[in-house]
């Protein structure tokens, strides 16, 4: 049963860009969307499990919020840029890489050989795999026709170092995790509202029926988060962190079969070994760990 539960993230939080893809809307109106669904979710969370929130959980969580939504609304960007199946490989890897090195960096924590060892192959193995999966084929009629890989990969860059922050923060507030979710949530929100008025987007966001059905995705989202925690006292954080990675075949095949994103042989074969790449380097780090 615990198994079943830690694949539950995976599931969900795959599932993002296909029912944000589906759901349409621009990316700010994605973003907006989604964080009024994690809104709903964490005010029920909290009643589900009523943490203190003290003044501590609120600054970390508002500010770790804030960074998601920099994460998430440039990733959706990035999604319109270059598409779903190479967005969510390469900023999975990506985060993975780059939480790691800040793990590293900040808080000291390969300290033997063995962990160095582990953790320099899961980051070259997290950082090859991200870049298999963004390779064309040259050769293909279709390629480049509805694709901007740079500015794409300048939307992950700035994704990147949003979703760090927002792990960092919490983790060097040192705060409890389930009482910061609302708190976060609305840092979210709050980020997302930011995100829409740089953009332009704001009559249209707040007015477009894109906007309020993409609340669904922000529930998807929760349902994966809320499982997570269920599942790390029955299988451990090693096992539910790497299954909840799994979700990026989910992403990725799905982007491929159920959004029609146009993938030659050989770029199939790219996706399938940089997928399996960043799943061993995101399961040596959750060994690790």
Do not use: C
Request: hydrophobic share 55%; proline share 2%.
């Amino acid at each position: 049963m615990g198994i079943i539960i830690a694949l539950i993230p995976a599931i969900a939080w795959g599932s993002i860009g296909l029912v944000s893809g589906r759901l349409g809307g621009s990316a700010p109106q994605q973003t907006l969307g989604m964080t009024m669904g994690a809104v709903v979710f964490a005010v029920f969370t909290w009643f589900l499990y009523q943490p203190t929130l003290s003044a501590k959980v609120w600054i970390a969580g508002i500010i770790s919020g804030l960074f998601w939504a920099v994460g998430q609304g440039m990733q959706f960007t990035s999604m319109k840029k270059i598409g779903v199946s190479k967005t969510v490989p390469l900023s999975t890897g990506l985060q993975l890489a780059g939480n790691a090195l800040a793990g590293v960096l900040i808080w000291h924590e390969w300290t033997t050989g063995k962990m160095i060892t582990m953790g320099t192959v899961a980051v070259i193995a997290l950082i090859a795999g991200a870049t298999f999966t963004s390779l064309r084929d040259k050769s293909d009629p279709e390629h480049n026709k509805d694709e901007d890989m740079a500015a794409g990969i300048r939307a992950l860059v700035i994704s990147t170092i949003g979703y760090i922050g927002y792990t960092v923060v919490v983790r060097f507030a040192d705060v409890n995790a389930k009482a910061v979710i609302l708190p976060q949530a609305i840092g979210m929100l709050a980020g997302a509202v930011v995100f829409v008025f740089v953009s332009k987007a704001a009559v249209t966001a707040f007015k477009d029926s894109h906007t309020w059905k993409n609340a669904i995705t922000g529930l998807v989202w929760g349902i994966g988060n809320i499982f997570m925690f269920l599942a790390i006292p029955s299988v451990g954080l090693a096992i539910s962190y790497s299954l909840a990675q799994a979700g990026i075949v989910i992403s990725t095949f799905g982007s491929i079969w159920f959004l029609g994103e146009h993938k030659t042989h050989r770029e199939m074969q790219y996706v399938i070994f940089g997928s399996v790449l960043i799943i061993v380097g995101s399961t040596l780090l959750a060994i690790m760990k």
